[in-house]
Structures are given as structure tokens and as C-alpha cells.
């Protein structure tokens, strides 16, 4: 056994032991670490230097790992550099200024308008539970409030035609709430919460669970899963999507993407900028389907 193959088996057992990382975590350390040591052949760590390490990641590209499956493998290796120096093993960790590709940025999913209307359309009756569901829909996408914010918002925070949400890092902002939006939580507060609320503590909380007490963000999913079975949505859909469906469709109607920051309550507008790329992915599949000279 090569003297990295040792340092390696030494690393997992580290990692193993005193981390106490999962099975199948570890198993990916070492298929990781089992591809650098071939990499290595008989050369110990000691003898690595950081082009070696820039070789290696190229390797991984050549071999057609993506990016984000090449960062996890370096991120292995560089556990592996840091701890060997950590215990003496060599004198330096080379790994320092070896820095792992950055994966791509996911691009938030958002459901087609067609989607959104049959999702919202999904909870029907007229009773207490179905009117608070279509109230908490019709608010999730109208303002594109998170859902913490959604389940955490009290009655005193509804204006006639906005309302206040209690964002991150205790920051507040006013988001305007449009007609639909509007008229199921009026239908709500005045036909359903009254009763909701009877068999509860007095919580100011405007959306609420059967036994009166404010609404969780788990029953919140759970009602947006249940609506998006009944309206045959096969992709996955998150309370966060409606959030990215709100922006998305904001920016497509040719809102201003500062804008869009403020009602997302967005400390920086390059966050709110990844949902750009979305729209510009349906502009090129636009002009892919639609151009007579795009293929």
C-alpha cells in the first residue's frame, strides 16, 4: 500500500469515527479519494504540489464529471490535504489556494401560467379548510411572500389593498395585493377564520389550523401538494415555487428587475437577478421553436 493510499485509509477512518459521517456519505469520500489515488500512482502527499491538485481537477473535467460533481470530489481531496497537514503528515497543505469549480447556478423553477390557474383553482367547496387553502394559494403566488412570512403574518398586518411582511433579518416590506389575492382572503376572514378561530387561543395569525392555532409551514406544504395533485401537476412544486412563479411572470411583463428586488424583500438585486436567466431561457426557447431560421 503507497503511502497516500495510507493517509487516505487513516483520513476515513477520521471521518468515520470521530465525524461520524453516514454510510453512504463515506462512501463517496472514497470513491472520490480512490480516483486520487489512482490519479497519484506512487507518489506520496508529500511530494503533491498545487499544479498536481490543478491537474487532477482537470482530469475530472476531461472525464466528463460536472462541475458540481467535480467540486464535491475536490472538496474531498482538499479535506483529505488539510487534514494530513493537521496531523503532520506533510508540512503544508497544498490544497490552500486550489480552488474547485463553481457549479452552475440552478435557475429557480417556475410553473407556466396555465399551471398556476389550475393550481389555484384546485381547492373547491366552500367550506372553512378549502377557503383558508385557496386564501393561502392565491396569497402565495399574488405577493410572492415565503411561506414563513405567509404563516407568520398577523390580521393587523392586511391593508385594503396591501400588506405588510416580516421578511429575513427583521426587515419589513410593503407588497401590494392584487384582486384575486384580495377577494379569497376576504372570503376567508369574513366565512371561514371566525370559525377556525373559535376553537382556538385568540392567536392574531391570519391563516390558521383546524384547531385554531396558526398554520405551520409542514401543513402549508401539504396544502399546496394536495392542490397541485388535484390540478395534475406532475413537477415537483414547493411553496417556494410559487415564489419563483411570482417573479418570474413579473419579470416577463416587463417589470423592472429592482422592482421585482423590493417585493421579494431581496438585500441584494443580484440575487434577484438569477430570474433573469429564466426569462432569457424562455426567450431562446422561444425563438428555438418559433424562428424559421433558429434550427
Do not use: C
Request: glycine share 8%; hydrophobic share 45%.
Amino acid at each position: 500500500m503507497t503511502s497516500s493510499a495510507r493517509a487516505i485509509r487513516t483520513y476515513l477512518d477520521h471521518l468515520g469515527v470521530e465525524r461520524g459521517l453516514s454510510r453512504n456519505t463515506l462512501s463517496s469520500y472514497r470513491r472520490d479519494l480512490d480516483r486520487y489515488a489512482e490519479f497519484l500512482g506512487e507518489r506520496s502527499l508529500a511530494e503533491v504540489t498545487a499544479n498536481d491538485l490543478a491537474e487532477h481537477l482537470a482530469a475530472l473535467r476531461a472525464d466528463g464529471l460536472s462541475a458540481a460533481s467535480a467540486a464535491r470530489a475536490m472538496s474531498a481531496v482538499r479535506g483529505l490535504h488539510r487534514f494530513a497537514a493537521r496531523e503532520g503528515l506533510v508540512t503544508d497543505d497544498v490544497s490552500r489556494d486550489v480552488k474547485p469549480p463553481a457549479p452552475p447556478k440552478r435557475l429557480p423553477k417556475a410553473l407556466d401560467l396555465d399551471q398556476v390557474e389550475r393550481l389555484l383553482a384546485a381547492p373547491a367547496g366552500d367550506d372553512a379548510l378549502v377557503l383558508r387553502d385557496r386564501a393561502l394559494l392565491e396569497f402565495l403566488y399574488g405577493t410572492g411572500a415565503r411561506i414563513s412570512e405567509a404563516v407568520g403574518m398577523a390580521v393587523d398586518d392586511l391593508a385594503e389593498e396591501s400588506v405588510v411582511l416580516h421578511g429575513k433579518g427583521g426587515r419589513t416590506r410593503f407588497v401590494p395585493l392584487g384582486r384575486f389575492a384580495r377577494a379569497a382572503l376576504d372570503a376567508y376572514l369574513v366565512r371561514a377564520r371566525p370559525a377556525l378561530a373559535a376553537g382556538g387561543k385568540g392567536t392574531p395569525s391570519v391563516f390558521l389550523n383546524a384547531r385554531g392555532g396558526q398554520l405551520s409551514r409542514q401543513s402549508a406544504w401539504t396544502i399546496l401538494q394536495r392542490a397541485a395533485a388535484v390540478a395534475g401537476i406532475t413537477v415537483d412544486v414547493s411553496p417556494h415555487t410559487l415564489r419563483h412563479s411570482y417573479a418570474t411572470h413579473l419579470l416577463d411583463g416587463g417589470a423592472d428587475v429592482r422592482v421585482v428586488q423590493e417585493l421579494l424583500g431581496h438585500a441584494s438585486v443580484t440575487t434577484t437577478q438569477v430570474y433573469t436567466l429564466v426569462t432569457v431561457e424562455r426567450l431562446r426557447e422561444v425563438y428555438a421553436t418559433s424562428h424559421p431560421r433558429a434550427r
